[in-house]
């Protein structure tokens, strides 16, 4: 399998997941063969306003393929936050969080709220895809809940 120029060898794939995924956990991960690892969720607001606790969150796994996950709502800060996400980290590629239903991330327009949203999600898409020269990625659900199922929409605008 491939994920642009990036060859993975294994199936086995560690998601992002906020307050677990951090770089120890990760490089754990990684030495007992999961391909591809994942940061947690940073807000690209927060690297544009260069916060030190969110980049912090960035170091890359020593071994295997990293991602740096970013979240927000706004395409000219995605944009930036994902060029900054990348000029800290080194990551192999990025990943925008589109899937994270927790209040304090949705009830602000980011994460799975964008799912309501599919033309915003589409413009972030292309935003953070011309801002980087590295394989993008979209982290997704089924919808922002069971009355608006959008995943085929946002696979499609994406």
Same mark, same amino acid.
């Given at each position: 399998?491939?994920?642009?120029?990036?060859?993975?060898?294994?199936?086995?794939?560690?998601?992002?997941?906020?307050?677990?995924?951090?770089?120890?956990?990760?490089?754990?991960?990684?030495?007992?063969?999961?391909?591809?690892?994942?940061?947690?969720?940073?807000?690209?607001?927060?690297?544009?306003?260069?916060?030190?606790?969110?980049?912090?969150?960035?170091?890359?796994?020593?071994?295997?393929?990293?991602?740096?996950?970013?979240?927000?709502?706004?395409?000219?800060?995605?944009?930036?936050?994902? #060029?900054?996400?990348?000029?800290?980290?080194?990551?192999?590629?990025?990943?925008?969080?589109?899937?994270?239903?927790?209040?304090?991330?949705?009830?602000?327009?980011?994460?799975?709220?964008?799912?309501?949203?599919?033309?915003?999600?589409?413009?972030?898409? #292309?935003?953070?895809?011309?801002?980087?020269?590295?394989?993008?990625?979209?982290?997704?659900?089924?919808?922002?809940?069971?009355?608006?199922?959008?995943?085929?929409?946002?696979?499609?605008?994406?």
């Amino acid at each position: 399998m491939k994920l642009g120029n990036l060859e993975i060898e294994t199936p086995l794939v560690l998601a992002p997941m906020a307050g677990v995924t951090d770089w120890a956990f990760r490089s754990i991960c990684a030495e007992m063969g999961a391909s591809i690892t994942v940061t947690e969720m940073v807000s690209s607001r927060a690297l544009v306003y260069k916060d030190k606790k969110s980049a912090a969150l960035l170091k890359k796994t020593p071994m295997g393929i990293c991602g740096a996950q970013i979240f927000g709502n706004d395409p000219a800060v995605m944009a930036e936050g994902a #060029r900054l996400a990348l000029e800290i980290s080194g990551c192999d590629f990025l990943d925008i969080n589109m899937g994270c239903p927790m209040p304090k991330i949705a009830n602000n327009g980011d994460g799975s709220a964008l799912m309501r949203d599919i033309p915003l999600a589409g413009r972030i898409i #292309r935003a953070v895809a011309d801002a980087v020269s590295v394989p993008v990625t979209v982290k997704t659900r089924l919808g922002w809940d069971r009355s608006c199922p959008s995943a085929v929409a946002l696979a499609r605008a994406a």
